[in-house]
Every structure is written in structure tokens, then in C-alpha cells.
């Protein structure tokens, strides 16, 4: 293996955690968001240091939050935590996915994490930190958690949990600096070393049982906390650099989903990439090698930011040498709620958990309108047949006190039903106000009198440089319209100028109604739900027209597109519509969606229009979605 330029402490990496799902056929240059190290030096990782010890890190959890769905338990702190020192003392359940050829390379980390049991002012803490402020998340530079919210990151390591990350306008699900395994001697602020994670994407996910992905990335993240590059080094792609470790075989670049073994590139076979190293991407992440072993234990014997961590006297310090008793304090009531996208509807479950401090022994839940109206559960789900706000009570309690929390919080009308039309042609003023828009980065879809291809209005997105957004229709109800081939068919018209590129282009989805998470939101992964190998329509194939302006479309600059609906789909669906113009430009001129409708039979193609050969594919549930994540926006598809 060939040495490499090895970045001192400071350099960032960033953890973009969206499913690679996103558009097929649409590539782009798919390297990390990095702050660029001003001076670079050769290195080896020493052999194995301290000796077979344990080393053991005091952690804490710092939750920026406002409240909802952000606001997760302490249950979900413990989980990421189980996760995290399984991965790093080789027990994780999942190893027997490790290819055989890569067995004899597995090594130990021999790494613990507790949380804290003292904070840095000597009082009492069980290592979670609720901080209640508008700064919920995180734009370009994430240094700014540590000097506004950090413990002394030379005695604790800091975890920030946020709501959202966003670097150079595209979202992240985490963050994590760079550590060298030998300080360089450079003087770097305190503020330079940090480690972020999107809410939704600690522990096991925010729901369902998402692959090893999702489940390992606070591992990953941690992995560059304490000196690990990525399985393919530093640059995006090519086999010209590595990542200066010698039982990681040399790889070309990011691995997608969980490759069938052997997956060959720079001449590394037979045995090819390490698709499943925990430093990769992929949906099959379950070791590290004993060279990576070698180069973390390096980095937390002598980086200066590190060193001091595991010391006897700080692990005293902060409380996690010995077993403490619960810290002897009145509970803090507190609690989460709602899914990812904060749309809650009436008449479908809502999922609450509590979020308290100081460990209490008893809740007492009170819901206003809602079903149940008590509750004594540690996470309740409750339902709340009228639209509107409502208040949530919590009471908590243990040996040394009550707590109360009182919210109010806000139930959207319920999802409604097509008329037997079975066609959504945005005339109707209350259903468009009912419309659920969903935005990542740009503006959201909105109904417009400017243009329609039947009645006055359609759905737009206007002329712009940069989206991910969508919407979702009502409910159509699939047991009205029975039979084999039946089809999704839609107006569209798009404008584009000459000048520029798009990276993006129009995804059709289904999910079940009032089900709004993160993942539905992108739409489903690669797997089993992939009903085509295309599963996006280009804006090249949906241009209606050339504009250099903001275009508005007249009559005979809208064309048709069907979609296949599965035979085997059946009650009640809602269509998602889901735009992405990943990076800046001046192309896209303004998209619009007409008379949305679904048609039973075989459907000849007239006029002036464009058939699609794609399947509308499926969410089903969200626990059995096979969801891949990836660590930087690289590739749509």
C-alpha cells in the first residue's frame, strides 16, 4: 500500500446521510465538504500502543433542540451507545456478513464510551445535555457548536445532536473533524474539533430497522474523530491516493448499498474493496482492521486533543471510573414527539416519548382530545380525531420530587379522499390548501393561476437555482380502480434554457397516508421496492420548451407522462412528486404538474406527449425499508 499526504488535526469530514436511492443516471463529483488543512505531513501509524488495555472515553450528549420530534429519549441515547462500544470492542451482532476473505484482518479497538457521571462544574449528570435554542442546527461552519455548547473537549468527548446540518447548501446527517494519529504541532482553537448527528440518524435510526449504514454512522463518525480516513483516503475518487493503512485494501472510491463480494477496483483483486469496513459507505458496514485498530489507539495515545481523555485521573474527574449512584435530583419533565417533518394529522397516531432528566420512575401523560386521554407509558401513541392545537401534559416523578411539562401542539386536518374522478386538477381552494409540501433546500411547490393545462391552475415550482422538494396528493383509493395495467398519468411542463446543467430530475412515489418521515420524504432506496432500473424522469426528458426566462407555459407546451402502478397495490396510496436540482443553476426555468390522475387499462399515447416507461414505486412500511445512507452527496440514483 502506498503512503499518503496525511492531513493534521482540523481537517473535517462531513456525513451526508441521504439514500443513494436519489436519481439513477444522474453522476457528479462526490467528495466530502472539507476545510483544507494548510500544511500536510507524511505519516505511519505506530503498532499497537498501550499496551491490550481497555480505553475507556467520558461522553456526552448535547440535544439542540426546540422540542418535537428533535427532542429524542434517553432510550435513543443509550441504544447509540450500546452500537457505538459494540463496534469498537468486535461484538457487533452483525459480523457474520464479513466476507471471508477479509476475516483475518478484523481487529479490536478495545474502545469503551460511558457517559459522564460528572459535568466540568463537579455536579451530578447521567452525560445528556437538553439545550433549548433556536439554533437547532448547523450552515458551513460547525465549528460553531463547540465554543457555544462544548464540555472541555479535552476531557469529554462532545456529541452534538441536532435537527439539521447543511454545508455549501447541501444537508447532511453529520459531522466530524479529522483527528491526525500524531499531533503535528500545529495550534489549532478548540473550536476546530467537532462531532454533529442529525436526530434521525442516532442509534438504530429513527424508525424502522434500518442496514448497518444508518446504524453505524456515529462509528464512522467517530472512526475520523480518532484518525480514520476513508476506506478510499481522501479524494472522491481515482486510485491515487489511500488511506494510509495497510490491511484496508486500495479502493477506487465509495461503495453503494451492500455489494456482492468480490467488488474489484484498482487492481485489488481477487478479493477487492472492503465494502464492509465501517470507513466505507454501503448498507453492510461491520469492522474495522487491526490497522485501522492501530492508528485510533495511535491517535489516543498522542494527539494532544485526545490524549488527555482516558487518563485515570480525568476518567475520576468525570465520574466513569466507578459505579455512582442516580444523581439525587428532582426529574426534569420533558418530551418529544411527531415524526421528521413535524406534519401531524388528525385521526392517525402520533408517537410521543418522554425526554426527562434525572431518571424518574413514574409519567403520567394527559392528551386534550385525544385517544387516550391518560396515559402512565413511557412512550405513548395517541390519536386526536379533530385538527388544531392541543395540550400535552407530562408528569414526571422519582424518590426526590415531581416535574411537570406543559405543550401545545398542532394537528393538521386529516388526509381526504378523491372523488370517484380519482383526478387531482388543483381546482379545489380547500384541498390545495391541504396539499403537504415538503422542502430540503429551495422553495416549496406551490398552486398558481399561472398557467394550467385544463380548468386555471396546476402545481409549480418556479424558476430557481437550487431544490429538493415535494409535494404529496390526497388520497387516492387504488380499490376503485381494479385490474391489471393500470397507470399514474400526469401533465407536465418544464422550461429550460440552453445554457447550464441540471444534476437532478423528477422522482414519482407512493406511501400510505399521513405517513410523513424522513424517508419517505427522499423516497425509497435501491432493493426489493426498485420496481425499475430508472427511477427518475430527466428534466431532458420532461422539457416542454426552451425559455431564458421565467417560463409559463401556454397550451401546447405541456406534454403527458404515465407511470405504472404495481397490480399488486392496492387501498389507499398518496403520490409523491419530488424535484431535485442538486447543485446551483441558472437552467431550470420553472416546472409545472397538471391534472394528476389514475387510469385503469392500457393507455394509448396521443397528441403531443411522451410515454415514460417507469414504475411508480413503492413505500410500504418504513420498518422494512432497505435504506442506504450515504456519508456525502455523491451520486443520484
Known sequence: MKN??????????????????????????????????????????????????????????????????????????????????????????????????????????????????????GNCTDGIERIYSPQTGAIDNYFQM????????????????????????????????????IDSGQNYPPSNDALLSGYYMLGDGFIGVPPAGVVHSLSHEIGHNIGLWHTWGINPSGCTDDDDVADTPLQDDASSNCPVFPQISCNNGPDGDMFNNFMDYGDCLNMFTEGQVDRMRTCLANNEWRETLWTPSNLAATGIDTVLPLCANTPVADFGYGNY??????????????????????????????????????????????????????????????DTSFKLIRIEPAEVNYTSTMQESFEDSVFNLQIAPWTMLGKEWEVTNLAAFSGNNSIRLDSSKQYLSSFFTHIY????????????????????????????????????????????????????????????????????????????????????????????????????????????????????????????????????????????????QPTNLPFHYLEIIKKWK
Open 4 to 121: 499518503i499526504l496525511t492531513s493534521i488535526a482540523g481537517f473535517l469530514y462531513f456525513l451526508l446521510c441521504i439514500p443513494n436511492s436519489a436519481f439513477t443516471q444522474i453522476d457528479w463529483q462526490k467528495q466530502c465538504g472539507t476545510v483544507q488543512p494548510s500544511t500536510l505531513s507524511l505519516m505511519q501509524p505506530d503498532t499497537i500502543v498501550n499496551g491490550d488495555s481497555v480505553i475507556i472515553i467520558p461522553t456526552v450528549f448535547h440535544i439542540i433542540t426546540q422540542g418535537g420530534a428533535g427532542n429524542i429519549s434517553k432510550s435513543r441515547i443509550n441504544k447509540a451507545m450500546q452500537i457505538l462500544n459494540q463496534d469498537f470492542s468486535r461484538q457487533n451482532p452483525d459480523t457474520f456478513n464479513i466476507p471471508s476473505a477479509f476475516h483475518p484482518f478484523r481487529g479490536n479497538p478495545k474502545v469503551e464510551f460511558r457517559l459522564a457521571r460528572i459535568d466540568p462544574q
Open 146 to 181: 463547540q465554543p457555544n455548547f462544548s464540555w472541555d473537549h479535552t476531557r469529554y468527548l462532545n456529541i452534538y445532536i441536532v435537527n439539521w446540518i447543511d454545508f455549501n447548501n447541501f444537508p447532511l446527517s453529520g459531522a466530524a473533524s479529522y483527528v491526525a494519529p
Open 341 to 402: 417533518n413535524g406534519w401531524l394529522c388528525a385521526g392517525t397516531p402520533v408517537q410521543f416519548y418522554e425526554a426527562s432528566t434525572w431518571s424518574p420512575s413514574s409519567y403520567q401523560w394527559e392528551f386534550t382530545g385525544g385517544i387516550p386521554a391518560t396515559s402512565t407509558d413511557t412512550f405513548p401513541s395517541v390519536i386526536f380525531p379533530d385538527s388544531g392545537f392541543h395540550s400535552v401534559k407530562l408528569i414526571v416523578s422519582n424518590s426526590f420530587g415531581t
Open 477 to 620: 383509493d387504488l380499490n376503485q380502480v381494479t385490474g391489471t395495467g393500470r397507470k399514474l398519468a400526469f401533465k407536465v411542463a418544464l422550461g429550460l434554457s440552453l445554457a447550464g446543467n441540471i444534476n437532478g430530475g423528477l422522482r414519482v412515489i407512493w406511501k400510505q397516508p399521513c405517513v410523513y418521515e424522513r424517508y419517505e420524504m427522499w423516497g425509497p432506496p435501491n432493493g426489493p421496492y426498485k420496481l425499475h432500473p430508472d427511477e427518475i424522469i430527466s428534466p431532458d426528458s420532461l422539457k416542454t420548451a426552451t425559455s431564458n426566462i421565467a417560463f409559463i407555459p401556454n397550451a401546447s407546451q405541456w406534454d403527458s407522462v404515465f407511470l405504472d402502478i404495481p397490480d399488486t397495490l392496492s387501498g389507499e396510496v398518496q403520490f409523491g412528486f419530488i424535484w431535485a436540482n442538486l447543485t446551483p443553476t441558472n437552467k431550470f426555468k420553472g416546472l409545472y404538474i397538471d391534472d394528476i390522475k389514475v387510469l385503469a387499462g392500457t393507455v394509448g399515447i396521443a397528441e403531443n406527449t411522451s410515454e415514460f416507461n417507469w414504475s411508480v414505486f413503492q413505500i410500504l
